[in-house]
């Protein structure tokens, strides 16, 4: 059985009298282990599909579900549960709570997930080059450095989505190549990942690429 379904999805936006169709009948079916990237350029839908898979926005018609449960058409509170349980996420923002170190932020998720204390916390953060910045707050990372530790964040829980937008954007090459060894590693357990990227390295590492144009999949 797929990890996540979506189907039929569309997402209009209003500005004033215009309408914008950001979404326009997405189907996508997921399965455990599979990597997938999400290509296409700015403005293609790309961060909007994102975040209706992992429940931070409601599409105005379809839905989608994760782990043979409806996520969409719920309260957030449950959108919310279901999220913890089963999603990690690595957004474009908003990835780390400002007040909380690296370690706490990592912690923290671990706790919404109701699971223990990570006993290979510093392994997690070695694996992508920020093992000496778990003590670190947010505002003392730079953009790169932020970015790893948002991933770090997002499988904290050792979820079975993983979902990633421009997981790559503000990493060296060297870093890049790190990331990609551990997005494969959480597929080779049995996870899914849905990356979006602008990265051909990181299209190339993917077992199934798909492209994005006007909110539709493309051949």
């Known amino acids: 059985m797929p ?22 009948g ?22 909007t599909l994102l975040a209706c898979l992992a429940g931070l926005d409601e599409p105005d018609g379809g839905y989608v579900d994760v782990m043979g449960q ?48 990570r006993a290979r916390l510093p392994e997690l953060l070695a694996s992508i080059g920020i093992g000496a910045l778990g003590d670190s707050l947010p ?8 970015a790893r530790a948002g991933l770090c964040v997002a499988l904290a829980s050792e979820p079975f989505i993983l979902i990633c937008d421009e997981p790559t954007a503000e990493v060296d090459a060297e870093t890049e190549k790190d990331v990609i060894t ?24 993917a077992n199934r690429c798909l492209s994005i144009r006007d909110g539709r999949l493309v051949a």
């Open 3 to 24: 990890s996540l379904i979506a189907s039929g999805l569309y997402r209009f936006f209003h500005d004033g009298d215009n309408e914008t169709a950001a979404l326009r």
């Open 26 to 47: 997405i189907d996508l079916a997921v399965n455990p282990g599979e990597f997938v990237a999400l290509l296409g350029p700015s403005g293609s839908g790309k961060s």
């Open 70 to 117: 409806r996520l969409s058409r719920r309260p957030e509170a449950a959108r919310a549960r279901l999220r913890a349980r089963h999603i990690g996420m690595l957004m474009q923002m908003g990835n780390l709570v400002d007040h909380l170190t690296v370690a706490q932020n990592i912690r923290l998720q671990r706790s919404l997930a109701g699971q223990r204390e």
């Open 139 to 146: 505002s003392q990372l730079s953009g790169g450095e932020s």
């Open 182 to 205: 551990v997005l494969r590693q959480h597929c080779s357990a049995g996870a899914c990942v849905i990356v979006a990227t602008h990265s051909d390295v990181l299209a190339r590492a």
